[in-house]
């Protein structure tokens, strides 16, 4: 019955962490990785950061990436608790979660085009 829109959530929020995984991984070792245009409109943090702000973007590159990860991560751990619980469970409470899974991954992805589009 329902149990296998859980493994399509467990799919995608594996996909997810290993993507977020793989840019913060780059963000880390190499220097030389150009890092994204959106995280570069700051205004008035030269005294904080210097004329480069490289710092600041590096640091908030690091961290939105992580947040992703972690996003991810819990997102993959509540999917396979409720995927491999479902017979146990009451089935409106798994129907609830998968709902809100399918919700936020939409929006998500909404998001998502509506930043590319707007370029950040």
């Known amino acids: 019955g329902i149990s296998y829109i859980g493994y399509i959530v467990i799919i995608v929020a594996i996909a997810v962490m290993a993507f977020n995984l793989y840019k913060l991984g780059l963000g880390i070792v190499?220097?030389?990785?150009e890092i994204?245009?959106?995280?570069?409109?700051?205004?008035?943090?030269?005294?904080?950061?210097?004329?480069?702000?490289?710092?600041?973007?590096?640091?908030i590159a690091l961290a939105y990436y992580s947040s992703y990860v972690v996003i991810a991560f819990l997102l993959f751990i509540f999917?396979?608790?409720?995927?491999c619980g479902a017979y146990?469970?009451?089935?409106?409470?798994?129907?609830?979660?998968?709902?809100?899974?399918?919700?936020?991954?939409?929006?998500?992805?909404?998001?998502?085009?509506?930043?590319?589009?707007?370029?950040?």
């Open 30 to 33: 190499s220097e030389k990785t």
């Open 79 to 83: 999917s396979a608790l409720f995927t």
């Open 88 to 120: 146990r469970a009451n089935s409106c409470l798994i129907t609830t979660f998968f709902g809100y899974s399918f919700v936020h991954l939409f929006l998500s992805i909404g998001l998502l085009v509506w930043e590319a589009l707007t370029a950040g």
């Open 36 to 59: 994204d245009e959106k995280f570069r409109n700051f205004e008035n943090v030269d005294s904080i950061f210097g004329q480069n702000k490289k710092d600041l973007i590096a640091l």
